[in-house]
């Protein structure tokens, strides 16, 4: 992948009134530089305020919010500085300039996002301790400035994914986890675990691969859409005293792959179409249609 320093699309109407330039750097340490002075207007002492946004866009109280001073950078601007070993939980954070005794705030607009640290990672497994943590500063729909992070303790980063003509292989990369003789990926409908299939994984020096047939056995008959979620059991099936590590692609500067990685339907047995699919938190997934969708 090429690396690129992005330009934001301005909103069709401004009202944040903070702009931020942002370098996001591998180890999860990300930059915020304001273009123009934040605190124009207000008291010294402004913060930028992350906040984790819960379900329906709202943002999460129960979560405690994340302040960053504001500090001269020596170049007329002001800078804020995320640590990559600040703890942020798993999710959306929305960036907020706040000023000292208010507990709301101004929404910040993203400026130049560099995202080329996050290219391309190539961590080594052996050598990740404390698990996995991603942070993508990105523009939210709105036009705001949000950062997506994943907190993973054991991870599963699918890697290519290759076609045959009755079963797709996926190659990745098993973070904090190692493989045992009976490891194995389950595939199941999102709150089905009843009716989940399972594959056997090979691998080795923290590398899995598997194959995983179109034809479903449980799938049965398929009248409307149905998502399927892709586990790795590094230790075996489901039940034998192993968790289950959802198979994701977060090691790069892509923070949602949902529409930019798509993949051929294939046709399975019952005039049933599968389709491999990112979700919109970067987890790989397969979609099962009726083929008489596609008609």
């Not at 750097?25 to 990300?30: P, Q, S």
């Not at 207000?42 to 994340?66: F, H, I, N, P, T």
């Not at 089905?192 to 034809?215: K, N, Q």
Request: aromatic share 6%.
């Amino acid at each position: 992948m090429t690396a690129q320093v992005l330009r934001p699309t301005p909103p069709a109407e401004s009202t944040a009134g903070c702009v931020a330039d942002c370098i996001a750097d591998a180890d999860g340490r990300i930059t915020f530089d304001f273009l123009r002075d934040p605190r124009e207007g207000g008291a010294s002492g402004a913060v930028l305020l992350l906040r984790l946004r819960g379900r329906k866009g709202r943002s999460d109280r129960a979560v405690e919010d994340v302040r960053l001073p504001l500090s001269p950078d020596g170049d007329g601007r002001l800078r804020a500085v995320l640590p990559g070993r600040a703890e942020l939980a798993e999710g959306r954070w929305d960036a907020w300039v706040q000023q000292p005794g208010t507990d709301g705030g101004t929404a910040v607009e993203p400026g130049i996002r560099d995202l080329r640290a996050l290219v391309d990672r190539t961590s080594d497994p052996a050598g990740t301790v404390g698990g996995v943590v991603v942070r993508i500063p990105y523009p939210t729909a709105d036009g705001r400035l949000a950062v997506r992070c994943w907190v993973r303790v054991a991870h599963a980063e699918a890697g290519p994914i290759t076609f045959g003509p009755a079963a797709m292989t996926v190659d990745g990369t098993l973070y904090g986890a190692e493989l045992g003789d009976n490891a194995c990926v389950e595939a199941r409908p999102a709150g089905r675990p009843e009716r989940s299939c399972r594959t056997p994984v090979t691998g080795r020096d923290g590398r899995f691969s598997f194959r995983l047939p179109y034809d479903l056995p449980t799938a049965g008959p398929v009248t409307a859409p149905q998502l399927w979620e892709l586990w790795l059991f590094p230790g075996g099936p489901r039940g034998s005293g192993t968790g289950g590590i959802r198979i994701s692609r977060i090691l790069d500067d892509i923070w949602d792959r949902k529409k930019i990685f798509v993949y051929p339907p294939r046709a399975a047995k019952g005039d049933i179409l599968v389709v491999p699919c990112y979700s919109a938190d970067n987890d790989l997934c397969l979609r099962l249609e009726p083929a008489r969708r596609h008609d």
